[in-house]
């Protein structure tokens, strides 16, 4: 292989690599990075969410509320890969693994009363606290998206 095409066939590769990018969370920039939903700018990690639907970048969300409004949308929602960013503080949770408050008494970016946790105890004080209600996973919380929630 000469030069031209060693450097032709790393140039593709690159291409490539950077194109068909593995599933994970997208980087929040507090202040700079703006909600894929209502376009405010997310300063709070807390109440942050996102997702990656095949083939596309994936969109990151100020409030797990637009998240939700954002991916009733789409063509297929059970394809996306979901992320929540833990409410305790402790980075992003994969959709599966998240559990979920909703309480009137949560004071989220744009009002959608949500937060998520990696840990089940850590949700149930928090429900308590706020007197919310504990959602057990995303299917519940496209469940109770769907139903309007309370």
Partial sequence: MNNNAAIGAVMLAATLACGVRADAPPRIDIDRTACGHCGMLISETAYAAAYQTPG???RVFDDIGCLLEAI???EDPALAHLWFHDAA???WIEG???VFVRSPRLRTPMGG???AYRDGQAAERSAA???GRVIRGVR???ADAKG???
Avoid: I
């Fill in 148 to 150: 309007g929630g309370s």
């Fill in 96 to 98: 599966e693994a998240a």
């Fill in 89 to 91: 503080g402790t980075g």
């Fill in 56 to 58: 596309a970048q994936a």
């Fill in 129 to 131: 606290d706020r007197q």
């Fill in 72 to 74: 009733g949308r789409e």
């Fill in 113 to 115: 009363g949500l937060v």
């Fill in 140 to 142: 519940e919380l496209m």
